[in-house]
């Protein structure tokens, strides 16, 4: 589905109908990382039996619309987490349709990108661990212009409290976590957007985009390397946070340390270990 809606856009990124990058930033969410991370605190796409992987196109002449909305077969086994995607499944194919049969009464037609749209949300396991199963999601939304925007958030799910929460939810407060990370984590970040820029950044120097981001403005996903505990930690910043759209995300990885763990909230301290 991608790869057609980005053709569109690609080729019509001059049209009249264009928006603003920021205009068409979907709220809440970041964009796609261009960087990965190692492989214990990464997603990885689960293509085994059980899962869900639900797709709604539509077409008039060439305006498209075309939907996808999957998660994996860990995620069947849980009523509740299904439930809480169908129905945020149907609550964004409902409101798609309704956005892009608005735009192509309000449209012109000649003006392809203004009339296609395109949405995709795959759910992917970060980790499977006893009590825990923690997921990433990717998310693609294309509404029109030149480009669409990517993001990705993060669910964490409570095998014994029977409850979601985001990843930073885990830990005491974005502060505590980035007070815990130290230097590591602006050091990290540097060392990527040197290696992009080609250039040192001064963060003291003028420009945006060269100070380093609060984890207040991350999305924030705990990994595992030995499959019982949380022991590694993603952060990831989005186009606009760390570096213009044209850099892409950031997703820097971190081993948990002895100050990460004093970070974590004291009710979920046992999910967590110092990685070995």
Same mark, same amino acid.
């Given at each position: 589905?991608?790869?057609?809606?980005?053709?569109?856009?690609?080729?019509?990124?001059?049209?009249?109908?264009?928006?603003?990058?920021?205009?068409?930033?979907?709220?809440?969410?970041?964009?796609?990382?261009?960087?990965?991370?190692?492989?214990?605190?990464?997603?990885?796409?689960?293509?085994?039996?059980?899962? @869900?992987?639900?797709?709604?196109?539509?077409?008039?002449?060439?305006?498209?619309?075309?939907?996808?909305?999957?998660?994996?077969? &860990?995620?069947? $086994?849980?009523?509740?987490?299904?439930?809480?995607?169908?129905?945020?499944?149907?609550?964004?194919?409902?409101?798609?349709?309704?956005?892009?049969?608005?735009?192509?009464?309000?449209?012109?037609?000649?003006?392809?990108?203004?009339?296609?749209?395109?949405?995709?949300? &795959?759910?992917?396991?970060?980790?499977?661990?006893?009590?825990?199963?923690?997921?990433?999601?990717?998310?693609?939304?294309?509404?029109?212009?030149? =480009?669409?925007? =990517?993001?990705?958030?993060?669910?964490?799910?409570?095998?014994?409290?029977?409850?979601?929460? *985001?990843?930073? *939810?885990?830990?005491?407060?974005?502060?505590?976590?980035?007070?815990?990370?130290?230097?590591?984590?602006?050091?990290?970040?540097?060392?990527?957007? &040197? *290696?992009?820029?080609?250039?040192?950044?001064?963060?003291?120097?003028?420009?945006?985009?060269?100070?380093?981001?609060?984890?207040?403005?991350?999305?924030?996903? $705990?990994? @595992?390397?030995?499959?019982?505990?949380?022991?590694?930690?993603?952060?990831?910043?989005?186009?606009?946070?760390?570096?213009?759209?044209? *850099?892409?995300?950031?997703?820097?990885?971190?081993? $948990?340390?002895?100050?990460?763990?004093?970070?974590?909230?004291?009710?979920?301290?046992?999910?967590?270990?110092?990685?070995?």
């Amino acid at each position: 589905m991608r790869k057609s809606l980005f053709l569109i856009s690609f080729a019509l990124s001059s049209a009249a109908c264009s928006q603003s990058e920021d205009a068409i930033a979907p709220s809440g969410v970041v964009a796609e990382s261009r960087v990965s991370v190692t492989a214990n605190a990464s997603a990885t796409a689960v293509d085994g039996p059980g899962g @869900s992987n639900f797709e709604d196109d539509s077409s008039q002449g060439e305006a498209k619309r075309e939907f996808s909305y999957s998660w994996p077969a &860990e995620v069947s $086994v849980v009523p509740q987490l299904v439930r809480r995607f169908e129905e945020e499944r149907d609550r964004e194919l409902a409101a798609q349709k309704a956005e892009w049969q608005e735009s192509l009464e309000s449209s012109p037609e000649d003006c392809v990108s203004c009339r296609s749209r395109g949405f995709e949300k &795959e759910w992917k396991v970060v980790s499977d661990l006893p009590d825990w199963l923690s997921l990433s999601a990717d998310l693609y939304v294309y509404t029109g212009g030149a =480009h669409g925007n =990517h993001g990705r958030t993060s669910l964490v799910w409570d095998r014994s409290g029977k409850r979601a929460l *985001e990843g930073i *939810e885990l830990f005491n407060s974005p502060v505590e976590l980035e007070t815990a990370l130290g230097a590591r984590l602006c050091d990290t970040l540097d060392e990527e957007r &040197e *290696e992009r820029r080609g250039t040192k950044v001064d963060r003291n120097g003028e420009g945006y985009f060269n100070d380093c981001p609060g984890i207040d403005e991350a999305s924030v996903f $705990v990994g @595992s390397s030995n499959g019982q505990t949380f022991d590694r930690i993603g952060v990831y910043f989005g186009p606009y946070v760390a570096g213009p759209y044209a *850099e892409g995300a950031y997703e820097l990885d971190f081993s $948990v340390t002895a100050s990460v763990l004093d970070a974590v909230k004291p009710e979920y301290a046992r999910a967590f270990s110092v990685q070995r």
